[in-house]
């Protein structure tokens, strides 16, 4: 049997909303505005945002937020143990953070993903010019 903690983590879905006034960078409150594309709950999602802080946080101020840490992280974002590892699983899967030497760190994966994708899509599908500036 296969517990939350140890779930695959390879994938998540996203919302895309093709209105430009929907963009993310438009909003008040873009990292809000992220985590409600990743969670369909705004408890969660806000949850997650908080995760987000917590972990940019610590890894400016030299003392990375560690896994073992857990029982403190569901304390402060008011969560049970399988709810946190169910929304720090999305984070991973989504390419926003990731765990090495059982530290939490942001991840550049994400925005990679989403460059490549947009980059295929303006190049294979739409025929333009990988370089026209556009993308």
Do not use: C
């Not at 008040?28 to 997650?48: C, K």
């Not at 945002?49 to 003392?63: A, D, I, P, T, Y």
């Amino acid at each position: 049997m296969s517990t939350v903690k140890n779930a695959p983590r390879t994938a998540t879905t996203i919302v895309i909303r093709s209105d430009s006034s929907a963009r993310v960078s438009h909003s008040r409150d873009p990292y809000y505005s992220l985590m409600r594309r990743v969670f369909q709950e705004d408890a969660t999602a806000v949850r997650g945002q908080k995760f987000l802080n917590m972990v940019e946080e610590r890894h400016k101020s030299g003392n990375p937020l560690r896994t073992d840490e857990w029982e403190m992280i569901i304390e402060q974002l008011g969560t049970s143990r399988a709810s946190f590892y169910s929304m720090r699983n999305k984070l991973m899967g989504a390419g926003l953070i990731s765990v090495k030497n059982q530290k939490y760190r942001l991840s550049g994966q994400f925005s990679k993903d989403l460059i490549d994708m947009a980059r295929w899509w303006w190049t294979a599908i739409l025929g333009n010019e990988e370089d026209s500036g556009d993308l």
